[in-house]
């Protein structure tokens, strides 16, 4: 691997995400040296949107010596790239909208990675993710792709079965997001930290997390502080009010089990009435984002062209971008880094069937990941609920790749938002339609 001239690929290169993962490479260009920056998208205006917006960036920082490109062509695209960071989002905010708000017809809950909203958007990233794989193994086969599309679990199940030699890390920002929350409410540096933590993709816990300044476990008092007082919305999240509900649900979960620190989208599994009552069926998330982050970035992009002066960029990065240009460095200089990652088990959890995809620390350096395997079995509680969450997820990969209905409404059934097969069978009748150009015929 080569170690200076880097070309970085961003797949969905139009995400108001990109910014993040952008700064932190212009943050990080002694220890992660680019050359050329590619943003790569299906949607022309959305790409041409954020090169505007990136090479704004580039001029304001007086960043020299890198090229940026934005393209629809695979080809142009991977030649030569040596890191593909993906984040595309398969049929875009539209069919997000979809997926939270067809559930909640039925009352279910309506949400774009949990439930039978991330099992719809499951279907549509499994498809897209396949594609990209494939050609980043047709244009540069050594590359290294760093994958933040959700819905992880699915994705990492899918491309573990195609493509198992594929050099790919699967990674979710939401633990990192969790622990730097906590962090700045209570006083603490999450650099201090070293956590453990099991599960599947945004359906886990925390068992400690080691301050090395402090030479303990803060778990308890985290818990304790948390069951307590619910956590304030930090800046990178400020003045979104759904934030504050999840922190919120997250301290009543504690309420109820307060052995170990929750992963926040559990309220989703535990409370789902309860989400359902306080979700409005005509105005979901999707439509927030919608109104906030993607409006934010059409302001933006309106103001470049127009050539605005004074402080056209509006973002808060929060870690989103840092995180995966950390595990990038940390595969270029085979530093070993510890990460939350998606993996297959394999012993990593004791107790849990092997072949299950899940989300434990790992080390990550030159040959990618070496997760860090439990010294103990994990508890009857949270085995019960991760065996029959990961069944529906196996089930539907394989309902992709069989093109079958049956282990579709057999997973739509399974997941343990559903409150009966009626409702599980009526949803995914209606997201079939709703998902014909994206989904694959299943009969």
Same mark, same amino acid.
């Given at each position: 691997?080569?170690?200076?001239?880097?070309?970085?690929?961003?797949?969905?290169?139009? &995400?108001?995400? *990109?910014?993040?993962?952008?700064?932190?490479?212009?943050?990080?260009?002694?220890?992660?040296?680019?050359?050329?920056? *590619?943003?790569?998208?299906?949607? !022309?205006?959305?790409?041409?949107?954020?090169?505007?917006?990136?090479?704004?960036?580039?001029?304001?920082?007086?960043?020299?010596?890198?090229?940026?490109?934005?393209?629809?062509?695979?080809?142009?695209?991977?030649?030569?790239?040596?890191?593909?960071?993906?984040?595309?989002?398969?049929?875009?905010? *539209?069919?997000?909208?979809?997926?939270?708000?067809?559930?909640?017809?039925?009352?279910?809950?309506?949400?774009?990675?949990?439930?039978?909203?991330?099992?719809?958007?499951?279907?549509?990233?499994?498809?897209?993710?396949?594609?990209?794989?494939?050609?980043?193994?047709?244009?540069?086969?050594?590359?290294?792709?760093?994958?933040?599309?959700?819905?992880?679990?699915?994705?990492?199940?899918?491309?573990?079965?195609?493509?198992?030699?594929?050099?790919?890390?699967?990674?979710?920002?939401?633990?990192?997001?969790?622990?730097?929350?906590?962090?700045?409410?209570?006083?603490?540096?999450?650099?201090?930290?070293?956590?453990?933590?099991?599960?599947?993709?945004?359906?886990?816990?925390?068992?400690?997390?080691?301050?090395? &300044? @402090?030479?303990?476990?803060?778990?308890?008092?985290?818990?304790?502080?948390?069951?307590?007082?619910?956590?304030?919305?930090?800046?990178?999240?400020?003045?979104?009010?759904?934030?504050?509900?999840?922190?919120?649900?997250?301290?009543?979960? @504690?309420?109820?089990?307060?052995?170990?620190? #929750?992963?926040?989208?559990?309220?989703?599994?535990?409370? #789902?009435?309860?989400?359902?009552?306080?979700?409005?069926?005509?105005?979901?998330?999707?439509?927030?984002?919608?109104?906030?982050?993607?409006?934010?970035?059409?302001?933006?992009?309106?103001?470049?062209?127009?050539?605005?002066?004074?402080?056209?960029?509006?973002?808060?990065?929060?870690?989103?971008?840092?995180?995966?240009?950390?595990?990038?460095?940390?595969?270029?200089?085979? &530093?070993?880094?510890?990460?939350?990652?998606?993996?297959?088990?394999?012993?990593?959890?004791?107790? @849990?069937?092997?072949?299950?995809?899940?989300?434990?620390?790992?080390?990550?350096?030159?040959?990618?990941?070496?997760?860090?395997?439990?010294?103990?079995?994990?508890?009857?509680?949270?085995?019960?609920?991760?065996?029959?969450?990961?069944?529906?997820?196996?089930?539907?990969?394989?309902?992709?790749?069989?093109?079958?209905?049956?282990?579709? @409404?057999?997973?739509?059934?399974?997941?343990?938002?559903?409150?009966?097969?009626?409702?599980?069978?009526?949803?995914?009748?209606?997201?079939?339609? !709703?998902?014909?150009?994206?989904? #694959?015929?299943?009969?």
């Amino acid at each position: 691997m080569k170690q200076k001239n880097l070309n970085v690929v961003i797949a969905g290169g139009g &995400s108001t995400y *990109t910014p993040g993962i952008i700064q932190a490479v212009l943050n990080n260009r002694d220890v992660f040296p680019v050359s050329k920056i *590619t943003l790569y998208d299906i949607d !022309a205006d959305r790409n041409e949107d954020m090169r505007l917006i990136i090479a704004y960036m580039l001029k304001q920082q007086k960043h020299q010596g890198i090229e940026l490109i934005a393209t629809l062509d695979p080809e142009e695209a991977f030649v030569g790239c040596d890191f593909v960071f993906s984040q595309i989002r398969v049929g875009g905010l *539209t069919m997000r909208e979809q997926d939270e708000k067809i559930p909640l017809k039925y009352g279910l809950v309506g949400q774009e990675t949990c439930g039978l909203g991330g099992f719809a958007y499951g279907l549509r990233s499994i498809r897209g993710l396949l594609g990209l794989v494939a050609y980043v193994q047709q244009y540069a086969p050594e590359a290294w792709i760093l994958n933040y599309t959700n819905p992880e679990t699915l994705i990492a199940e899918a491309v573990r079965r195609k493509f198992p030699n594929a050099k790919m890390l699967n990674a979710c920002d939401m633990t990192i997001s969790i622990e730097e929350t906590m962090a700045r409410n209570f006083g603490y540096d999450r650099n201090n930290w070293i956590a453990q933590y099991y599960g599947l993709n945004h359906f886990g816990w925390y068992t400690s997390i080691y301050d090395k &300044s @402090l030479e303990r476990d803060i778990m308890p008092e985290l818990i304790q502080k948390l069951r307590g007082t619910p956590m304030k919305i930090a800046s990178f999240n400020k003045g979104d009010q759904s934030w504050q509900d999840a922190w919120n649900m997250l301290s009543k979960t @504690l309420q109820y089990f307060p052995e170990y620190l #929750p992963n926040n989208y559990l309220e989703y599994y535990f409370f #789902p009435n309860i989400v359902v009552e306080n979700t409005d069926p005509n105005y979901t998330r999707a439509n927030q984002v919608m109104d906030g982050r993607l409006k934010n970035t059409q302001e933006m992009v309106k103001k470049i062209r127009q050539h605005t002066d004074g402080a056209v960029l509006n973002f808060d990065f929060g870690e989103h971008g840092q995180y995966i240009v950390d595990m990038a460095t940390s595969i270029l200089n085979d &530093s070993h880094q510890r990460f939350m990652l998606i993996v297959p088990n394999y012993g990593s959890i004791p107790n @849990l069937r092997a072949d299950a995809v899940v989300e434990v620390p790992a080390y990550v350096g030159r040959t990618g990941a070496e997760p860090i395997a439990m010294r103990q079995p994990i508890n009857d509680f949270h085995k019960g609920l991760m065996e029959a969450q990961n069944a529906a997820e196996k089930l539907l990969v394989d309902a992709y790749f069989e093109h079958s209905y049956q282990k579709a @409404l057999q997973a739509f059934t399974l997941n343990q938002t559903v409150s009966s097969a009626d409702k599980a069978k009526q949803v995914l009748d209606e997201m079939m339609i !709703a998902n014909k150009e994206y989904w #694959p015929e299943l009969s």
